[in-house]
């Protein structure tokens, strides 16, 4: 284990310890029934006029539903803002060198590993400093746990963090097969016998809602 | 008689010009109606892949083109024998997608592409929770509103408090509201904004060359006045068409960002009575007519930026009789160029006497005598070289009456509505979604007198932005 993990669990292990219940999780969400598609399905999109978010909107979205600051969002190398770096990938234009005046239009090739890498940069923010945080934490707060471990991946708690995480990246409800798929990871992740399996159940279900088709298109 | 009506009907749709080639206003004549005619004619690449090579659609139609007469047909015989060609193709399917020409062209399709074809669009299925499929969707509009114009989705509160509102109609004002709200950030109309990024392919910014804030490594000229220009005519109650017609400048302030009118700029040269908008600042006489005694390559640029119509697509092609001249002896009179140039050259010379940065003469300004001041040694005849040219088969005395042609033609007003469809809908308008975005550029120019932000509005009421 890296020392500044050690350093980050070992504070974790402390906080739990020292204020097991006094940080109230967010309350339970609305969970909405998963809608009966029918004989011939949902209703499907007329248009199919999805839209990528591209740079700007993603890194904005990104940071307001996890409350961190949009150049903090990500940087490569801790330097330089994957905003710039990768800016075309993103579907951004480049007037002013490459003379790229309009977007392309495509996603490209590289665009869903950009779109992870940030996805995956901002939630390790939301993780490690609400792990710390103790009852200032903002999105993962009162989750109990035992050691590294969720305490209980089937209690309310848990699915409370769910129901944050989707209002505050989809602005709306979860469905029951949401939360069901989010508790099962809770089970697979800890069923993996890896050092910090509520950190990184955190992690996980951070990033498959920011990553989503939903969170990253409109 | 039908057929002489729709020849003459074509002549006159082309101006007071001769149209050469006259295929765009024999078609129209034909289908007035059609997608390919409102406020436009289509272009060569309507039965050419590259003139005079023609595409599958083009080939069908030369086979039925007067048959058995002597090649090359002249213009007239060319008219006449065209609309009877189109429609010996009419129920042909040339490009083999199982869809016959004729309603290609009524619906707006290539008849020469098969990946070009119309859809319609069946709404399937049963309902869907998050989404009224295929009709607007208020809560739909919402979302994409906010991330379109403000760049940031709304929060599960703001949407909570949206759906709560009392009605529809109530909902629509909000949204409204919503619009002037977000045209007012910086997201809008910022450096580097929505604004900034309509602008760039009218602006063309080289970061090598700007002067000024942000200089580059040869610094020549600020294009930053160019999208404050920009900007102001595109937001509040501002006319567009000042684009192209403003004889003032305007300058960016403080943040969050503000425009505001100058009569002069330590940044720009060219006196008040020579100025047309953005054509005639110190960036446009620097990059595009640079070191050139005929700028062609200005007059072609402010075509494409502003008007949507690229010569070298051969769109927007209105010959003009006995042109080209070749006063700067270019070969433009060989076949091959004078089908282009008989448009691009007349539009060029009202530009004649604008200056770029020729090192014999490095003053991007208006400078009367110009060719003979500082070109008399490019061609023997450049002098002759008319300040009088035409745009769109109208003559004009200036760079000026230019402007005002150009800002009082359809092109204009379908180009600006087009730019900002594709900011808002994603893509340039389809076939299908054609009768309202008539409908919107139609207001736009008429209604709306030339204010983009009522623009907006319309486009984000329309089904192509608001159906799911």
Known sequence: MRPERLALFAALVALSSACPAKVDPPPQPMVMEVPDAGPSGLARSARGNLRFKGPERLTTDFATALSIKTDEVCS???KYPCLSVHNVALGGVDP?????????????????????????????????????????AVVFRGLPMTGPKLTNPDGPEVTAIVGELTHRVLAREPYTNEVATYVKLAKDIEATGTAEPAREWMLSVCFAVLSSTEAVFY | MHTRLLFWSALLLAGSALAKPPAGGVFCAKYPTVPECIGRQPACGMCHIAAPQRNVFGTSVEANLAPGAARPLSDGDFSMALPAALAAVEMLDADGDGVSNLTEIQRGTAPSDPNSKPVDRACEGTTNPQFTVCKYDLRYVYKKLLLDFCGASPTFEQVKAFLARPSDDDRKAFLDAE?????????????????????HPQIRPVGSLKQGEDPGAIPLADYYDDYALFAWTQTDDHDAREILTADYFVRRLGTPTRYEKAQNLASQKVDQ??????????????????????????????????????????????????EPQDYD?????????????????????????????????????YIPMRLELGFSNVAPRIGQTPERGVIFGQPVNTLREWAQVAVASDAFAISTTTDYWKLLVGHAPKPDENAEFV????????????????????IVKTEAYGAP
């Open chain 2, 329 to 365: 002896d270019k070969g433009v009179k060989q076949a091959a160029c004078a089908a282009c140039h008989a448009t691009l050259d007349p539009l060029t010379y009202p530009f004649r006497n604008y200056n770029g940065i020729s090192s014999d003469m490095y003053d991007t300004r």
């Open chain 2, 179 to 199: 619009i002037d709200r977000c045209v007012a950030t910086d997201f809008w109309r910022g450096k580097n904004g929505q604004l900034w990024k309509v602008a």
């Open chain 2, 273 to 322: 009575a020579h100025r047309a908008g953005n054509m005639t600042t110190d960036w446009a006489l620097t990059y595009f007519v640079m070191f050139t005694a005929l700028p062609r390559n200005a007059a072609s640029q402010m075509y494409r930026g502003y008007l949507g119509l690229d010569i070298a697509k051969q769109e927007g092609l209105y010959s003009v009789p006995n």
């Open chain 1, 76 to 78: 490569e190398l801790g």
């Open chain 1, 96 to 136: 002013y060198g490459p003379g790229l005046y309009e977007p392309s239009g495509v996603t490209a090739v590289t665009t869903p590993l950009v779109v992870e890498r940030i996805a995956w940069s901002a939630c390790s923010q939301r993780v490690d400093k609400d792990l710390v945080a103790g009852v200032n």
């Open chain 2, 439 to 458: 409908a919107t550029w139609k207001r736009f120019k008429g209604d709306h007198q030339y204010r983009v932000q009522k623009l907006l509005h319309d």
